[in-house]
């Protein structure tokens, strides 16, 4: 019932921009801690930035911290990542995920921590 669908992922150029969405439904998302989460292949799944729960503090991982910006938009029950400058290197399935939990909490905890899970979307950065 609880459901998240990621969009936006695509093919961009180094230095190029992408705006990926995690559209919630069956339950409110401003009550939940959204993650982004990334895993390349042959690589462990690693954090990418998460924004604790309404009306939500967002934190980026050292590697894209100067590059993306997560945010919130209550109104559409939707969670964004916006990417800028991106880098080979960014190249992975990209995933959202919720975690139940008050607004005081830190969102910046492992991947198991979470309890609902998209499906995931490429983002490969290529020239």
């Known amino acids: 019932q609880l459901q998240l669908v990621e969009s936006g992922g695509g093919l961009v150029q180094p230095g190029g921009s992408l705006r990926l969405s995690c559209a919630a439904s069956?339950?409110?998302?401003?009550?939940?801690?959204i993650g982004w989460f990334r895993q390349a292949p042959g690589k462990e799944r690693e954090g990418v930035s998460c924004i604790s729960s309404s009306p939500g503090t967002g934190y980026s991982t050292g590697s894209v911290k100067d590059r993306f910006t997560i945010s919130r938009d209550n109104d559409k029950n939707t969670v964004y990542l916006q990417m800028n400058s991106l880098k080979p290197e960014d190249t992975a399935v990209y995933y959202c995920a919720a975690m139940y939990s008050d607004y005081r909490e830190d969102c910046r905890r492992p991947a198991y921590d979470y309890d609902y899970w998209g499906q995931g979307t490429q983002v490969t950065v290529s020239s």
């Open positions: 069956g339950f409110t998302a401003d009550s939940y801690a």
